[in-house]
């Protein structure tokens, strides 16, 4: 991996933990915590999209559209667990 690929990773992890904290309300993580919670996101659509048949397209619009939808499960499966 490059360090392009490097910084666009970075950035779609950025944007998409942003979008997600804007989704669920009440979390904001600052941009450290942003990045976190987009590769985690990215990591579970990554894993759980395939599973069900669904696939977005390819590049880096797609990318942060599928990194958003994990972290928004992700954000939500927080507050889930927070609540038992």
Known sequence: MGID???????VGAVAGWLAGLLVKGYGFGLIGNIVVG???ALIAGWLFPMIGISI????????VNSTIGA??????IRLVKQA
Not at 5 to 11: A, C, G, Q, R
């Open 5 to 11: 690929s490097l910084i666009v990773f970075l950035i």
């Open 39 to 41: 590769i985690i996101g």
């Open 57 to 64: 397209g390819t590049g880096v619009v797609s990318a942060i």
């Open 72 to 77: 928004v499960i992700l954000l939500v499966l």
